[in-house]
Nanobody
Framework: QVQLVESGGGLVQAGGSLRLSCAAS????????????WAWYRQAPGKQRELVAG???????KYEDSVEGRFTISKDDAGKTVSLEMNDLKPEDTAVYYC?????????WGQGTQVTVSS
């Protein structure tokens, strides 16, 4: 059974930084279906889940407009860990952040980690 375990969330003041990490475990990871997208989504109270940052096809990186220049997504060579470096955090970044690793035939999701930015 594959699991994605997130870490690094918490409470930070505006202007501060956090680093989120997401690690995949399980012997069938990447064997049941191939993975070609590593991404972070977030969901704030009363809002839809939105894409924050993603690595597509192993190389192309995309960011949501409001985090461009402040957040950086990265993954390890094995594709089993994806991280999100978040700088200059703003109160509007407050949300539950979810990591996902997915491919054409399926997706794995983490359980979510809370990020709270105080003003």
């Amino acid at each position: 059974q594959v699991q994605l375990v997130e870490s690094g969330g918490g409470l930070v003041q505006a202007g501060g930084s956090l680093r989120l990490s997401c690690a995949a475990s399980g012997s069938t990871f990447g064997k049941t279906f191939s993975i070609n997208v590593w991404a972070w989504y977030r969901q704030a109270p009363g809002k839809q889940r939105e894409l924050v940052a993603g690595i597509f096809g192993g190389r192309q990186r995309k960011y949501e407009d409001s985090v461009e220049g402040r957040f950086t997504i990265s993954k390890d060579d094995a594709g089993k860990t994806v991280s999100l470096e978040m700088n200059d955090l703003k109160p509007e970044d407050t949300a539950v952040y979810y990591c996902t690793m997915k491919g054409p035939w399926g997706a794995y999701w983490g359980q979510g980690t809370q990020v709270t930015v105080s003003s």
